[in-house]
């Protein structure tokens, strides 16, 4: 069990200036045992989709199953679900095994034994046996959330909720228990939505991504995919960092070109035959535009921008560099060790392979990057690392 | 008024204060300054409840009665002489003034009882938040605002025998066969318990709305996915969290009972039935009646005393724990 099915879903919120809408027909199913996580900006409709899914919100419309039960009217209490919440939510006036054993006290007819013996399993997995008999007020906030992730897993449920459980935490601190938190979900093999609006926690937890916006679906897929073939424009914004590059372009169908004011791409004859509008945007990430200053011996001088270097940030591993292209600004990340002055002028390179298109109106991809995104790719990879 | 206070400010500020307040002249500016804003205030507490104390307990261990009324300075001095006859039960002073003492215990223990579960469960309704609970609130502080002689009054007129509409009510639903003396006897307490509670409940909701007002919405949420229902999240969220602002109200609603003068009196003026003649209403009988202000003095000390020790118990057992455990 803890496969989820997600039909329709709306959730409605009445306010004095007429109904909102927080989520409009999502159709979701998760897999049992996936890690699903569930990214957007603030107000995208991702925690009240969890919040639908714990039973916490009536949901307006739509349904809920977990496997073949539909839960969508059950009570949070009777859908074998435990979450994780963003402020812990610790009860403040009992201590940390109080806290864990509670959920055991309130849902099962287990003994006190029994239930202490369990929660002294969950605070060893989670390594906070020195802490049981403190209370959360004596607690430190990372502390805090390996209790409120205990008082989780020691329930052993079907399904996870989490709700930006990490944002609370320092940066170090946030990146360590990120790591922890997959290989704990790993190892208890539990379904799991985690909502964040942080998509490197997205990119780097997830098995799935569900990118949300105004309370619609973006996309679904896993980290790979979402980055490499965005659905539209809004995911290929929101998910890498820093984000893909955007120009606004007209497409010259006849000459079979993308038309900017201060330059000219060429468009290839099968793209041609695809649009229906010439409205469109070329997107680029920051990591796939490579710089020279020698446009005379670039094997394809027709892809190359002349540009003005304004700022560059070096950050030790790589160096962002950021570009005035007929007074917008395009970002690009060159290793670390290139020296890029600001002010000069260099030529930027953009590979058909690597560019996307948009529709400029509706936001939909037009074409993609060829980036690899199964896993196969992988291997490589990392025989690669062990040669090196 | 304001050139008093610039002249005040400034001799406070020149260092005047700190040559007469040694330990004031240590602290630190920032203090200097809180403690500034706090004088008009202290000075008041001063005035109005530190002078009298002192001056009682001094009166206590005088012999003023009716005699030095001109002059109560010129009264002899007799020691613990009225502690040692008021609270000798054996004489029918002193055991009416232990009397005085049990019943006014009871009373209070009664008001708080009545008092926080009516509170209580006003404040669970209210923190519902249902359309119109902003009305609600505001009638149930009426009792609390309205002039308590009007209140009490009403209540004193409510409960007669014959034109009263309680027991008029009571007949008509055929509860009663016959009047009830609701004012005489042992009932009298109950029904000064319930026209006090009637007054003091509001305060309570509020304090406690307040209270309830500032959990967290999210231990609710956690306690419902734990599986706790209603009466779950009532006994293990809400109870505990009230904890710390229901010992203040228990501490204060006993307190303010015990020297509560304007219930009794008004209900039952000077001569009550026993039952409910509590040590306010004794000693003033005592004091401001008999004219007997020494002995009244040494009454008052001791019902003092006894408030005291109940709350420092009271406060140790049940208000210190959380504090310290919000300061570590």
């Known amino acids: ?58 949901v307006t419309s739509g349904s809920i199953r977990f496997d073949e039960t539909a839960v969508t009217d059950e009570k949070p209490k009777d859908r074998d679900i435990a ?142 995919e979402c980055y490499h073939r965005p659905a539209n424009q809004f995911v290929a914004g929101f998910i890498g960092s820093p984000p893909m590059n955007f120009l606004e372009v007209d497409a010259d169908l006849e000459d079979g070109t993308l038309d900017h004011p201060v330059f000219t791409l060429p468009l290839s004859d099968s793209l041609v035959d695809e649009l229906d509008s010439t409205d469109l945007v070329v997107g680029i990430r920051p990591e796939h535009v490579s710089l020279t200053d020698s446009p005379g011996t670039h094997p394809e001088p027709n892809r190359l921008i002349e540009t003005d270097v304004t700022v560059t940030e070096p950050m030790g591993d790589v160096t962002n560099v950021y570009l005035d292209v007929g007074g917008e600004t395009i970002t690009v990340t060159v290793d670390g060790h290139v020296g890029v002055d600001p002010g000069g002028q260099l030529h930027m390179h953009v590979p058909a392979s690597k560019m996307h298109l948009f529709d400029a109106e509706s936001g939909r991809a037009i074409k993609h990057s060829e980036a690899p995104i199964d896993s196969s790719s992988l291997p490589e990879a990392d025989s690669h690392v062990e040669t090196a | 008024m304001a050139r008093v206070f610039t002249r005040l400010h400034e001799r406070v500020s020149d260092g005047g204060l700190g040559r007469y307040l040694p330990l004031y002249s240590r602290l630190d500016e920032k203090h200097q300054y809180a403690y500034k804003l706090l004088f008009p205030a202290l000075a008041m507490m001063f005035v109005v409840h530190f002078i009298p104390v002192v001056w009682g307990a001094t009166i206590s261990v005088m012999g003023v009665n009716s005699n030095y009324i001109a002059d109560w300075t010129s009264a002899p001095f007799v020691g613990l002489e009225h502690y040692a006859f008021v609270m000798d039960p054996t004489t029918t002073i002193g055991s009416r003034y232990w009397y005085s003492i049990s019943r006014t215990v009871l009373w209070s223990v009664g008001v708080l009882v009545g008092t926080y579960v009516l509170g209580l469960t006003a404040a669970l309704i209210l923190n519902q938040g249902f359309k119109g609970s902003f009305l609600v609130r505001t009638l149930l502080l009426l009792p609390w605002i309205a002039p308590a002689i009007v209140t009490l009054n009403v209540w004193r007129m409510m409960f007669l025998s014959e034109s009263g509409i309680i027991n008029h009510a009571l007949m008509s639903v055929g509860l009663l066969d016959e009047p009830v003396f609701w004012l005489l006897g042992d ?105 007997a202000f020494g002995r009244g003095a040494a009454m008052s000390v001791g019902l003092f005393v006894v408030a005291m020790v109940l709350a420092t118990i009271y406060y140790r057992r049940f208000i210190r724990s959380d504090f310290e455990e919000d300061d570590q």
């Not at chain 1, 997600?6 to 109904?19: A, M, Q, S, V, W």
């Not at chain 1, 199913?29 to 603030?42: A, I, K, R, W, Y």
């Not at chain 2, 919405?217 to 505990?240: H, N, S």
Request: proline share 5%; net charge negative; aromatic share 8%.
């Open chain 2, 187 to 291: 009932r009298a307490l109950w029904s000064m318990t319930i026209a006090h509670v009637w007054l003091q409940f509001p305060w309570v909701m509020i304090m406690l709305y307040a209270g309830l007002q500032s959990i967290p919405q999210q231990l609710y949420e956690a306690a419902a996915i734990d599986g706790a229902g209603r009466w779950g999240k009532f006994r293990y969220v809400t109870l505990p969290q009230l904890k710390p602002v229901s010992g203040v109200v228990v501490l204060l609603m006993l307190l303010w009972t015990m020297i509560d003068f304007t219930t009794p009196y008004v209900m039952f003026g000077g001569s009550p039935p026993s039952s409910v003649e509590v040590t306010m209403v004794y000693i003033y009988n005592f004091s401001f009646r008999a004219f």
């Open chain 1, 83 to 224: 979450m994780v919440f963003q402020n812990y939510a610790l009860y403040p006036h009992m201590t940390a095994r109080e806290n864990i054993a509670f959920g055991l006290k309130m849902s099962t007819d287990l003994s006190a034994a029994e239930i202490d013996d369990q929660v002294e399993t969950a605070a060893e997995m989670m390594d906070i046996v020195d802490l049981l008999d403190d209370k959360p007020g004596e607690l430190s906030g990372g502390q805090q959330q390996r209790v409120a992730l205990g008082r989780a897993i020691v329930r052993d449920p079907e399904l996870f909720l989490m709700d930006e459980p990490l944002s609370n935490l320092d940066a170090k601190l946030r990146a360590q228990m990120r790591t922890e938190l997959q290989q704990l979900q790993t190892e208890l093999g539990v379904t799991t939505v985690y909502v964040t609006h942080d998509q490197t926690e997205a990119m780097t937890m997830g098995d799935r991504i569900v990118i949300l916006n105004d309370g619609r679906l973006q996309q679904v897929g896993t980290p790979l």
């Open chain 1, 1 to 58: 069990m803890g496969r989820i099915d997600i039909d329709g879903l709306t959730k409605e919120y009445r306010t004095p200036n007429g109904p909102i809408q927080a989520v409009e027909s999502l159709d979701l199913q998760l897999e049992d045992g996936e890690f699903v996580v569930f990214v957007g900006p603030s107000g995208c409709g991702k925690s009240t989709t969890l919040r639908c899914i714990a039973g916490l919100e009536t």
